[in-house]
């Protein structure tokens, strides 16, 4: 892969990857590739944050490294742990044969050969065909001890193992954070990275990112999609669609043959595009028909 000289190059990269973006984006991501600093990215579910990390491990040809984020994540379980059935099976065996030397067993069981990497580590690692993307998503799910270790492991890009030593990258990692953002990730962490709020896209970016990801689709019957979808984002709901609920949708429609839209087909499609029961309830009826009439009303304008 070749080097990133400039932001149009990046638009073009994601874009073969079908990963479709504004120039606001594509800088920072620029930028974060160039300088060598982890890019923070948060907004709402389904906006694209985690896929722009896939897209960037596809065209640069890297190994994606994913750490999921959850509640009660701790260091050990990120970085690493020792793989103790089998430790226990090694020392069953050296009792068995006899074997008294207790240090070369120690030195034997806290080895690589026991050793289980986690994904912090792994992106440690050298990797012959450079610096692997490691994706931590969905921060905001842990807890303020682990962003402090983060902290601390992405300043100098090591991680320290007692029974081993410090482990540090040769090269390092091409960091993605991302957060939808349940609860403030502390400003020490974020002082790291570029930040960029990854907003839902207005109507013609989205037509891009349809098209590009779901091309068989008629146009006419995206544009309604499209359409609906933004229109749906302005009322009160529980949870907005994302753009992943988009092309779901759209991809749910084609499945059915469906030309073009109607309230039968979305009362019978909508749980591709809304996961509340509330939100479903509320376009019960006579709603559906509203929105697809505004929908329409607006291509027309």
């Given amino acids: 892969m070749k080097e990133i000289t400039s932001i149009d190059a990046v638009q073009d990269m994601l874009a073969r990857q079908g990963y479709v973006c504004g120039r606001p984006l594509a800088t920072v991501v620029f930028l974060s590739l160039r300088l060598g600093r982890p890019l923070f990215l948060e907004g709402e579910a389904g906006v694209g944050k985690t896929e722009i990390a896939k897209a960037i491990a596809a065209a640069m040809e890297r190994r994606l490294i994913r750490l999921q984020c959850y509640e009660g994540l701790d260091a050990a379980s990120a970085v690493y742990e020792w793989n103790f059935p089998a430790q226990m099976v090694a020392i069953r065996t050296a009792e068995a044969a006899g074997d008294a030397d207790r240090t070369a067993l120690t030195q034997e ?12 580590l792994q992106a440690l690692r050298p990797d012959e065909n450079g610096a692997p993307v490691l994706l931590i998503d969905e921060l905001d799910r842990t807890d303020a001890p682990f962003e402090a270790f983060l902290l601390e492991a992405l300043s100098d890009f090591q991680v320290t193992i007692p029974e081993m030593g410090t482990i540090k990258a040769p090269e390092p990692p091409i960091v993605i954070l991302t957060s939808n953002r349940t609860r403030e990730v502390h400003d020490a962490l974020k002082r790291r990275c570029l930040y960029h709020w990854v907003d839902y896209p207005d109507f013609d970016r989205e037509m891009e990112i349809l098209t590009a990801r779901a091309p068989e689709a008629a146009q006419s019957l995206s544009r309604e999609v499209v359409a609906f979808v933004q229109k749906l984002r302005t009322e009160d709901l529980f949870k907005k669609p994302g753009v992943a609920e988009t092309i779901d949708w759209a991809k749910c429609l084609l499945a059915l043959d469906v030309l073009t839209l109607s309230p039968e087909t979305i009362a019978d499609t ?13 376009l019960q009826g006579s709603e559906a028909k509203r929105i697809l009439d505004e929908a329409r009303s607006s291509l027309d304008a």
């Fill in 109 to 120: 069981l806290f080895s690589d050969a026991f050793l289980i990497e986690r994904p912090l």
């Fill in 270 to 282: 909508l749980g591709a595009i809304l996961k509340y029961q509330d939100d479903i309830a509320k």
